[in-house]
C-alpha cells in the first residue's frame, strides 16, 4: 500500500509538471516562485508600453522605457472584477532589500479587461532602482476577485513613496479574498537617468544612489 501511495504521489508530481506554464517555470528561475508567490501563475499577461518595450519573462527594461502606465492585456472575464499590482521585491537593491515589496502600481475592481475602469489604490510609476551591477525584478501579478470590493486603504498617489514599501501583499490577498494569481509577467531593470527623476518627484531614496561598487 505504501509503494502504491509514493507511485501515485510520484505520477501526479509529473503531471504537475508538465502542466505548469511557462511563466510559472520562468518565475522558479528567477525564484519568484515560490520565494515571492507561493502559486503557480497559470496565464501569461501582457504588458506593453508606450515605448515600445513590452515585459517577457525576465527581459531587460529600463526605467526610461517604462516611465509611463503600460497598457495590460489577458483572457478577461467580462462579468468578473480584477486586481493587478506592480512590485519590486529587490527595493532598493536586490544586495539591500530593506525595502522590498515596494508597490508601484495597485488597482482594483478592474471590470473585465478595463484597467481605466478600476479603482487605483496606488499611482504608477516606473521601478527605479540605484546604480548597481544586479537588476532589480519587476513583477506583475493578477488577482481574479471574488466580487466587486469596498477596498479601506487609503489611495497612494505617484508624488509619494509613503504606504508603498514593505507593502504587505500576503496580507492584502488573504483580506479580499484573492487567492493565487491568474496571470502575470516580470522584467528586469537597472538604473538609468530617468531614476533621478523618479526620486525627485518622491522627494526621497537619494541614499540609495550610491557609486557602483
Known amino acids: 500500500m505504501k509503494k502504491l501511495i509514493l507511485l501515485i504521489a510520484a505520477t501526479f508530481a509529473v503531471a504537475s509538471a508538465k502542466t505548469e506554464s ?3 517555470k520562468k518565475m522558479k528561475e528567477f ?7 507561493p502559486n503557480q501563475v497559470p496565464e501569461l499577461l501582457k504588458i506593453t508600453f508606450d515605448s515600445g518595450a513590452s515585459v517577457n519573462m525576465g527581459n531587460e527594461i529600463t526605467p526610461s522605457e517604462a516611465k509611463n502606465q503600460p497598457k495590460v492585456e489577458w483572457n ?3 462579468n468578473a472584477f480584477y486586481t493587478i499590482v506592480c512590485f ?3 527595493a532598493p537593491s536586490p544586495k539591500n532589500p530593506s525595502i522590498s515589496n515596494l508597490v508601484t502600481w495597485l488597482v482594483g475592481n478592474i471590470s ?3 484597467i481605466d475602469s478600476g479603482y487605483v489604490l496606488a499611482e504608477y510609476y516606473a521601478i527605479a532602482p540605484p546604480r548597481g551591477k544586479d537588476a532589480n525584478r519587476g513583477i506583475f501579478a493578477l488577482f481574479k476577485q471574488p ?8 489611495p497612494i498617489d505617484k508624488y509619494t513613496i509613503e504606504g508603498r514599501t514593505n507593502y504587505p501583499l500576503n496580507e492584502f490577498t488573504e483580506k479580499y479574498g484573492l487567492g493565487g494569481p491568474v496571470a502575470g509577467n516580470f522584467y528586469l531593470t537597472k538604473f538609468d ?6 526620486y525627485d518627484m518622491l522627494n526621497c531614496c537619494f541614499e540609495y544612489n550610491e557609486p557602483e561598487e
Do not use: R
Open 147 to 154: 466580487s466587486k470590493l469596498n477596498f479601506d486603504e487609503k
Open 76 to 78: 478577461a472575464d467580462k
Open 31 to 37: 525564484k519568484i516562485i515560490p520565494d515571492i508567490i
Open 22 to 24: 511557462e511563466i510559472t
Open 193 to 198: 537617468s530617468y531614476v533621478m527623476e523618479v
Open 112 to 114: 473585465g479587461n478595463d
Open 88 to 90: 519590486d521585491p529587490d
